[in-house]
């Protein structure tokens, strides 16, 4: 299966640089109107066109060193220190209206009002468990995974690798 691995950068790791960019990314995009939300999720470039609720940028509340353990012991894979360090500060995140993210703990399954709704990330336990059934001898999480077929993965030494077409594993 390695040779099917494309990584996005020549050597993009989950240091802790990564997470300073990605905040001087999405932090130019608050002249357009911020949220704050009662589980520290912060949303960041309110585009009203679209609907009131929506932002270009969702960036979840924290993890407690609980959840994370919780999520590692359910994938049933140590989650790298990259990770670990990320869910601490963000329960994942969506970014440019979905078109880059990292998945989190989705800790409401009803969606009954605009802030619950605006609250959790998409599920990272799901694509994992079923990541886990197509390549039993998986290595990495996976954080995000796309409509074309292809996943994001975390690696243990905080590689971030890109998959191009997940369903060619089994």
Known sequence: ?????????KEYKMTPGYL???????????????????NGTILIGNTPKINSNSYLHELYGPLCAIEIAGLEDTIGIKFPIGLV?????????NLFN???GIYGLKKAQKRTDTEIE??????????????????PSRRGIVIKRYTDGSI???????????????????
Do not use: M
């Not at 300073?20 to 009662?38: A, D, F, M, Q």
């Not at 605006?118 to 390549?135: R, V």
């Open 85 to 93: 360090e990320f869910f601490k500060i963000h329960n994942g995140c």
């Open 152 to 170: 994001i993965l975390a690696e243990p030494d905080d590689t971030v690798l890109r998959i191009a077409d997940s369903n060619k594993l089994s």
């Open 118 to 135: 605006l609250s959790y990330p998409y599920d990272i336990i799901i694509p994992n468990l079923e990541y886990g059934k197509l390549s």
């Open 20 to 38: 300073s960019l990605i905040h001087g990314l999405v932090e130019k995009w608050s002249r357009l109107g911020t949220r704050e939300l009662r």
């Open 98 to 100: 979905d078109l880059i």
């Open 1 to 9: 299966h390695r040779n099917q691995l494309i990584k996005l950068r």
